[in-house]
């Protein structure tokens, strides 16, 4: 059982930068691949970023090059760092976890509550 809780959303204008954090709990955290995905109102929930345990990482082409996702599993933290903030980047961001490597957000079993980010033009 893995529980996750965000943090770091707020409203920003445009070209700025926000960084979300994820805290889980759980001695197993370091075994999970860790995502960020999004929604925006009316829109399907999409993956912003994944990371494995080791690090490896995985961008939406909508992001590649603005976000960095990063974890510390002495922590048991994962982050999303966003630089270079658009309107379209507007949504309520979800961090989750999944024991396979996956893009596909059915493969993830632990979500977050989410956290709104707000970009402003």
Partial sequence: ???????????????????????????????YVM??????????????????????????NSVKGRFTISRDNAKNTVTLQMNSLKPEDTAVYY???????????ESYDYWGQGTQVTVSS
């Fill in 1 to 31: 059982q893995v529980q996750l809780v965000e943090s770091g959303g707020g409203l920003v204008q445009a070209g700025g930068s926000l960084r979300l954090s994820c805290a889980a709990s759980g001695r197993t955290f370091s075994s």
């Fill in 35 to 60: 995502g960020w995905y999004r929604q925006a109102p009316g829109k399907e929930r999409e993956l912003v970023a994944v990371i494995t345990s080791g690090g490896s990482t995985n961008y939406a």
């Fill in 95 to 105: 961090c989750a976890a999944a024991l396979v490597w996956s893009t596909w957000k």
